[in-house]
Nanobody, 120 residues
């Protein structure tokens, strides 16, 4: 089970940190991803971190967002800085054992999403 939290309303240029707590399974064996879905748009990849620590970012967030994981806390984080109105979306965390991390297809488990709203 995945539970994402930490979303909220922030002004452009501000920061938020999302967290995704994972229960069940062996967290250290999961690769974790963050995805987002803006109103009227398809869900898109944001960032991912493999079980071994390899990290991937979408070009749109590179240099502004940082993904990290704490295996002792069974939690993955997404630090979001320099937020822009176009970052407004519901953010989802997801977990998978194998496969490509930058596509939503193939992830085994999904959290419920947390809303991030960036005002201009």
């Amino acid at each position: 089970q995945l539970q994402a939290y930490g979303g909220g309303l922030v002004q452009a240029g501000g920061s938020l940190r999302l967290s995704c707590a994972v229960s069940g399974g062996t967290f250290s064996s999961y690769s974790m991803g963050w995805f987002r879905q803006a109103p009227g748009k398809e869900r898109e990849f944001v960032a991912a971190i493999s079980w071994s620590g390899r990290i991937y970012y979408a070009d749109s967030v590179k240099g502004r967002f940082t993904i990290s994981r704490d295996n002792a806390e069974n939690t993955v984080y997404l630090q979001m800085n320099s937020l822009k109105p176009e970052d407004t979306a519901v953010y989802y965390c997801a977990a998978r054992y194998y496969g490509a991390l930058t596509t939503q297809y193939g992830y085994d488990y999904w959290g419920q999403g947390t809303l991030v709203t960036v005002s201009s």
